[in-house]
């Protein structure tokens, strides 16, 4: 039923910075953890962030540890990704998804929305 769409892409110079928004629809987002994950051409898609359906715990892979930030306004029914000092090899097509947090943030489903891209150029 928890329909996702994520936007707030685009391109961006290294060390700029980008906030990514998670829109829910069709469920109440406070019931959900969320992950953020990423998928760049040829490679695996990755977990980049997630966050407890709460918003009281947050964990981060250790490439965007320190730069990254993840949060939610459950009012909104939205999860954001503020990514500063953003790096070239952060480029990839970003999507969110439920996840369980307290199982390495793995996403709960194998189903993906359209996820916005974010393209870090000179």
């Known amino acids: 039923q928890l329909e996702l769409v994520e936007s707030g892409g685009g391109l961006v110079p290294p060390g700029g910075s980008l906030r990514l928004s998670c829109a829910a629809s069709?469920?109440?987002?406070?019931?959900?953890?969320i992950g953020w994950f990423r998928q760049a051409p040829g490679k695996e898609r990755e977990g980049v962030s997630c966050?407890?359906?709460?918003?009281?715990?947050?964990s981060y892979a250790d490439s965007v540890k320190g730069r990254f930030t993840i949060s939610r306004d459950n009012a909104k029914n939205t999860v954001y990704l503020l990514m500063n000092s953003l790096k070239p090899e952060d480029t990839a097509t970003y999507y969110c998804?439920?996840?369980?947090?307290?199982?390495?943030?793995?996403?709960?489903?194998?189903?993906w929305g359209q996820g916005t891209q974010v393209t870090v150029s000179s």
């Open positions: 069709g469920s109440a987002l406070d019931l959900w953890s």
């Open positions: 966050i407890t359906s709460s918003g009281d715990e947050t």
């Open positions: 998804a439920p996840a369980w947090y307290y199982t390495n943030c793995r996403p709960v489903y194998d189903s």
